[in-house]
């Protein structure tokens, strides 16, 4: 059935390092790409979205392209700092508007 | 910050109790749901409200119902605890769904529930 896969954690790494994280779906149509990110404590809050092939989403530094021909929303940055530790979820809308969630991949940013 | 807030933040209960958690809002959006968070699941839906006394279910609403008699309250109600209800829960809101206009969902803190 439809859903979205992402890599798992967790992925560990120095201040200042190059961060992607993998995240490819199986959808029928065109689905709305998401990327939440949860804070240790906290709830999830949107980092960023797409909502059609070719849109990049960007915010504090983070960049996702949606990428229709490998069905991939990869979520990247240049050089992560401590305050990123955190636990990211690629999501996506099902065809009833409501949206799906991957298992979520935490990482952990050293100084 | 949307203004979302979740009561009571933790709770710990035994089996075959009864449990209401409730969400509160107070930016007047349409839609609210709540979701669960377990190990290597993500978040899941177990029910979503579109209105005032409209629910649907979501993926996971067995051993769970809801009602919302106000736009700003939304209430999740475990009629029976059980073990595997042990999880964070996790109140949702947005102006509309997110297929029709890529509405952002703001999320509660949550609420760390434990059946024991």
């Known amino acids: 059935g439809d859903s979205v896969t992402q890599m798992e954690g967790p992925v560990t790494l120095s201040e200042e390092a190059f961060l992607t994280i993998n995240c490819t779906y199986t959808?029928?149509?065109?689905?709305?790409l998401f990327w939440y990110v949860q804070y240790p404590g906290e709830g999830l809050q949107l980092l960023l979205k797409a909502t059609k092939a070719d849109d990049k989403g960007s915010n504090k530094g983070f960049e996702a392209t949606y990428r229709k021909e490998t069905t991939s929303f990869h979520l990247e940055k240049g050089s992560v700092q401590v305050s990123d530790s955190a636990v990211y979820f690629c999501?996506?809308?099902?065809?009833?508007?409501?949206?799906?969630f991957g298992a979520g991949t935490q990482v952990v940013v050293t100084p | 910050d949307a203004g979302i807030t979740q009561s009571p933040r933790h709770k710990v209960t035994e089996t075959g109790t009864p449990v209401t958690l409730r969400c509160h809002q107070t930016e007047n959006h349409r839609y609210m749901y709540w979701y669960r968070q377990d190990p290597g699941h993500g978040l899941r839906l177990i029910h979503y409200s579109y209105g005032v006394k409209d629910t649907d279910k979501g993926e996971v609403s067995d051993g769970y119902s809801v009602s919302r008699s106000k736009t700003e309250d939304f209430l999740l109600t475990l009629e029976s605890a059980t073990s595997s209800q042990t999880s964070v829960y996790f109140c949702a809101i947005s102006p509309g769904l997110a297929r029709v206009g890529s509405y952002e969902q703001y999320f509660g803190p949550g609420t760390r529930l434990t059946v024991t």
């Open positions: 959808a029928t149509g065109y689905p709305s």
């Open positions: 999501v996506w809308t099902d065809s009833w508007g409501k949206l799906q």
